[in-house]
Each structure stands twice: as structure tokens, then as C-alpha cells.
């Protein structure tokens, strides 16, 4: 077979010079062409590896663990609450938290579970071992996100504070409105508290016993 590099030598200039021939050139040349991506492949290929620098492994598998239950609760009335990929233990948990009007029941978990599983194994997201659980929100859990906030508005919510305000770390009201920065609840007697997200340690809807 015909080497597709040969080298020179030139006493002139004592150097190892490695040059292609011609032919090599036109196949090279045929070669980049069909590895040649369309400027919008190019921008996409950049914002996924951006996407990944950005965000960190947990982040892409909620992301993308999310995208594949989305239809799965679409197509049988619930909504989605939260996707959390977390460590507990020695043991990584894949959660799925959802709801509906009334409640969701033990036979809506395990027909989301079912379905999830059989989504997770085809699309081969998570290559390390973890536990899926599918569950109601229940009591207590904190909010984190828009939509979290977004569904509790109007609710007693329950608000611990990292530094005492006014002589006082934890509060009761209902949730008034909230924003990037802030978040604002009614008192009692009608006078309303605004904090700092900051200053949040947790926000949850109240336990009103």
C-alpha cells in the first residue's frame, strides 16, 4: 500500500520535513468536507458543551430526567412538582415529585414509576447505580424553584431565617408575592415582612395543626 506521507531532506536547510502528495492532499481535502457541520450544527454542538460547563452533573440529569417524565405526567392529568437528583448515604436517589387535584394515590406512583423506568432505561441517562422513588410532594418540603412558589401563593407558609430579625428566626404568614430577590409574606395582623432570599435558610408551607 502506498504510504500516504513521505519525507524529504535538504542539506540547505537540515530539517524533516513531512509533506503529503497530491493524492493524499485530495483525499484529506474530500475528508473535511464530509466532517464539514452546518453553522447551525456548529452553534448547537457550542451551546450543549457550554450547557455542561455551566451547569454540573446533578443539574443535567434533572434537566434531562425531567424531559423525559414531562409527557408521562401530561398524558395521565398530573403535574409535575420537582425532579432531584441527590446522595443520601452511600446511595444516589433519583426523585420525582408529583401531584393532582385531590391527591395523588400509591397506584398514580407506581404507574409514573413504570413508565419513568422503562423511559430512564432506553435513553440510558444515569450510567452509575441509583434508587428511583415517585412520590408525593408531601408536608413540609421546601420550596426551591418558580413554580414552587408560584403554587404557593395565597398559603400559610413558614420561613427560618440564617440571622435573627427583629429578635426572632422563624416566621408564619401567607405568601403575599415574591421575586428573584425577595420574598413576601402577611402577618397576622395584616402588616406584611419582606425577606431577603438570602437570609432564607428554608421557606415551606406551614403545618397548621
Do not use: H
Amino acid at each position: 500500500m502506498r504510504p500516504l506521507f513521505f519525507t524529504t531532506f535538504s542539506r540547505s536547510d537540515p530539517l524533516l520535513k513531512v509533506e503529503p502528495p497530491a493524492d493524499a492532499r485530495a483525499a484529506q481535502g474530500k475528508m473535511s468536507a464530509k466532517l464539514t457541520r452546518s453553522p447551525a450544527q456548529v452553534r448547537q454542538a457550542g451551546l450543549e458543551y457550554q450547557r455542561e460547563m455551566t451547569m454540573g452533573k446533578r443539574e443535567i440529569y434533572e434537566q434531562k430526567a425531567e424531559e423525559l417524565i414531562l409527557p408521562i405526567i401530561d398524558a395521565n392529568g398530573f403535574e409535575l412538582v420537582d425532579v432531584e437528583y441527590v446522595k443520601e448515604g452511600q446511595d444516589m436517589y433519583l426523585r420525582a415529585y408529583i401531584d393532582k387535584e385531590g391527591g395523588i394515590t400509591i397506584d398514580d406512583c407506581e404507574t409514573v414509576s413504570r413508565a419513568f423506568s422503562d423511559k430512564l432505561d432506553e435513553a440510558d441517562l444515569i450510567p452509575d447505580a441509583y434508587i428511583l422513588e415517585v412520590s408525593s410532594p408531601g408536608l413540609g418540603r421546601p420550596l426551591k424553584k418558580e413554580k414552587d412558589y408560584k403554587r404557593s401563593l395565597g398559603k400559610d407558609v413558614e420561613i427560618r431565617t440564617y440571622k435573627s430579625i427583629g429578635g426572632e428566626k422563624e416566621f408564619t404568614g401567607i405568601l403575599k408575592s415574591y421575586d428573584a430577590d425577595t420574598v413576601t409574606i402577611e402577618n397576622e395582623d395584616g402588616t406584611e415582612t419582606v425577606f431577603n432570599k438570602k437570609d432564607i435558610s428554608l421557606i415551606r408551607l406551614a403545618i397548621i395543626w
